[in-house]
């Protein structure tokens, strides 16, 4: 079944009026995929205005190289390769990405099951943020986006020794973390788990 797009029947005559460049179209764009694409940006620039900006460089970058889109992919999965390239080049122009923090309060061996269903999507989401910049750099496209360490390595200009070493680092900072979050005040069901809520259900 056909997923309708305002002004457009299916996605391929959506991509045909981008390359045509037709502005309706690129509002649909913009419209369908601004909040993913927000979200994306954010797990990179902790600050919102920062990301908001990305991702306006993003979707003109997006509506300018579209003609390399040649359909045998993800259309979203294509935006989402440009916005972490955007977020990408952004840290790098501010050298953001390259900060550290001393290891003291992490000194834990990382566990790479960490991340189970005891922790909600939204708590995840913060801990991420608040790694520091390098650490998030690499976790969200390690555990995230799917890149391997060879190919961090490249588009970091990194060794693959320091994209693993981050990552190891960036887990056992989470581990604190959630160690914390495990101890606050009414985190735990009688079961001693934590509590699952649903946040995004909650209005």
């Known amino acids: 079944m056909l997923r309708l797009i305002p ?13 045509r460049g037709e502005s309706r179209a690129h509002k649909v764009v913009y419209e369908r995929f601004s909040g993913k694409m927000l979200t994306v940006c954010t797990r990179y620039c902790a600050n919102r205005d920062d990301a908001e900006e990305v991702m306006l460089d993003g979707f003109m970058r997006l509506f ?13 999965g294509w935006i989402r390769r440009i916005m972490v390239t955007e977020s990408l080049m952004f840290l790098r122009k501010n050298k953001q990405w390259r900060q550290e923090i001393p290891l003291e309060d992490a000194a834990v061996e990382p566990d790479y099951v960490w991340a189970d269903t ?5 708590d995840l989401l913060r801990l991420v943020n608040q790694l520091p910049d390098g650490y ?7 555990a995230i986006e799917g890149y391997a360490h060879a190919e961090i390595a490249t588009m970091l200009d990194i060794s693959e020794g320091t994209s693993k070493s981050q990552l190891s680092r960036a887990r056992a900072i989470l581990q604190v973390s959630l160690k914390k979050m495990e101890q606050e ?3 735990r069901d009688q079961t001693g788990n934590y509590e699952k809520t649903n946040r995004k259900t909650a209005n």
């Open 136 to 142: 998030r750099t690499i976790f969200n496209l390690y």
């Open 7 to 19: 002004f457009f029947t299916t996605e391929s005559q959506l991509i045909a009026a981008l390359k």
């Open 118 to 122: 005891a922790i909600n999507e939204n």
């Open 185 to 187: 005040p009414g985190r």
């Open 64 to 76: 300018d190289k579209i003609e390399q889109f040649r359909e045998d992919g993800s259309f979203e």
